[in-house]
């Protein structure tokens, strides 16, 4: 059976990182963050490929890893597909009013967050609003989701092969 990644999509401020530390602490899936690796970049490294060797090695010692990601861009969808080859996805929307996504950002201790201007986080977010994938699971965290119920969540889905049909937590 292949490894298990787990990858969260949606706009900056739609609550990714907050579910995958969660997801970390309370489940066999370990969380490993897409920021601080692309924060270390040395000049002319592949993003795409840093963050895939992280993977290959946090899959070194473990067997379920969940990273973040925008999931916009050639450069991301090129990732993707290098990835369906070697592990058995689940990609996973989390998604929130852009304006809501938008104060989230204005509002966070960005310590752990690239750093990026107020028109630079509108428009990623108009386009991390566009993104589609086959789900296997949707979070809409406008009102952020219950923990539990992310929880509950995440796991069913990790017991799903792939093409199951999706999961969606809604708290309008």
Not at 103 to 117: L, Q, T, Y
Request: glycine fraction near 6%; hydrophobic fraction near 40%; charged fraction near 25%.
């Amino acid at each position: 059976m292949k490894k298990q990644l787990y990858i969260l999509v949606g706009p900056k401020g739609s609550g990714k990182t907050h579910i995958g530390m969660l997801v970390n602490q309370h489940t066999d899936i370990s969380f490993l963050r897409v920021e601080p690796i692309w924060l270390s970049l040395e000049p002319g490294e592949d993003r795409w490929k840093k963050v895939e060797a992280a993977i290959d090695a946090a899959f070194q010692s473990c067997s379920k890893v969940m990273i973040e990601s925008l999931g916009i861009g050639e450069g991301f969808r090129e990732f993707h597909a290098s990835l369906v080859g070697k592990y058995s996805l689940k990609m996973i929307h989390v998604y929130a009013d852009l304006d809501t996504c938008f104060e989230r950002v204005k509002n966070r201790n960005n310590a752990d967050h690239i750093p990026v201007s107020e028109d630079r986080v509108a428009e990623l977010n108009r386009n991390a609003a566009t993104v589609t994938f086959d789900w296997d699971l949707e979070i809409n965290n406008n009102r952020p989701a219950v923990e539990t119920d992310i929880l509950a969540t995440i796991r069913s889905v990790s017991m799903q092969q792939n093409n199951a049909p999706s999961v969606h937590i809604r708290k309008d």
